[in-house]
T-cell receptor, first 118, second 109 residues
Framework: GAVVSQHPSWVICKSGTSVKIECRSL??????MFWYRQFPKQSLMLMAT?????????EQGVEKDKFLINHASLTLSTLTVTSAHPEDSSFYIC??????????????FGSGTRLTVV | RKEVEQDPGPFNVPEGATVAFNCTYS??????FFWYRQDCRKEPKLLMS???SGNEDGRFTAQLNRASQYISLLIRDSKLSDSATYLC??????????FGQGTTLQVKP
């Protein structure tokens, strides 16, 4: 089945630094990739929708200058958390659906990145 | 009001029990419906899509009632390995996945 590879799995960084998270669709083309954030004991909240070759669409309340998204190819999307602060510590996860799949097919998720900012 | 609402539980049931989870959604124009399973500190994994006609996959049965904007998941003969958080997910025409808070199931021996 479709696989989305997400790296890194976990990262600890100092406050003020930037962290890049990558998601690659390994065996399919992902025109659209979604980026989510999940705080402990809460559900996944959509941060932004990334479309190959165009600007990402951010959800209300998500700072686009802080969470930079790049979707330069049909198999790679990146999320960069700039000037990270402890409140950005969370579980970040991407998901994608294979191009051409029907609406009831469901989405494939990356394995997630646990970010801790100290 | 949240777009997708679930009872967070936890549901504590003995092995072999039958357990049902419910979910309601607010957007009547929603197009696709899913149940995902999420284990602790892991990514969600698709359990099953949900159709108006109802669908069954082994011990799992999902049902959608569009008129009531209600989705259900029934698990029969619960196993210890069923312990997880079950996420109700709805997709509007935009294709975005809207997640419920999740219902935690703990199956005990």
């Amino acid at each position: 089945g479709a696989v989305v590879s997400q790296h890194p799995s976990w990262v600890i960084c100092k406050s003020g630094t930037s962290v890049k998270i990558e998601c690659r669709s390994l065996d399919f083309q992902a025109t659209t990739m979604f980026w989510y954030r999940q705080f402990p004991k809460q559900s996944l909240m959509l941060m932004a929708t990334s479309n190959e070759g165009s600007k990402a669409t951010y959800e209300q309340g998500v700072e686009k200058d802080k969470f930079l998204i790049n979707h330069a190819s049909l198999t790679l999307s990146t999320l960069t958390v700039t000037s990270a602060h402890p409140e950005d510590s969370s579980f970040y996860i991407c998901s994608a659906r294979e191009r051409g799949q029907g609406k009831n097919y469901g989405y494939t998720f990356g394995s997630g990145t646990r970010l801790t900012v100290v | 009001r949240k777009e997708v609402e679930q009872d967070p539980g936890p549901f504590n049931v003995p092995e072999g029990a039958t357990v049902a989870f419910n979910c309601t959604y607010s957007n009547s124009a929603s197009q696709s419906f899913f149940w995902y399973r999420q284990d602790c500190r892991k990514e969600p994994k698709l359990l099953m899509s949900v159709y108006s006609s109802g669908n069954e996959d082994g011990r799992f049965t999902a049902q959608l009632n569009r008129a009531s904007q209600y989705i259900s998941l029934l698990i029969r003969d619960s196993k210890l390995s069923d312990s997880a958080t079950y996420l109700c997910v709805v997709t509007p025409w935009t294709g975005k996945l809207i997640f419920g808070q999740g219902t935690t199931l703990q199956v005990k021996p």
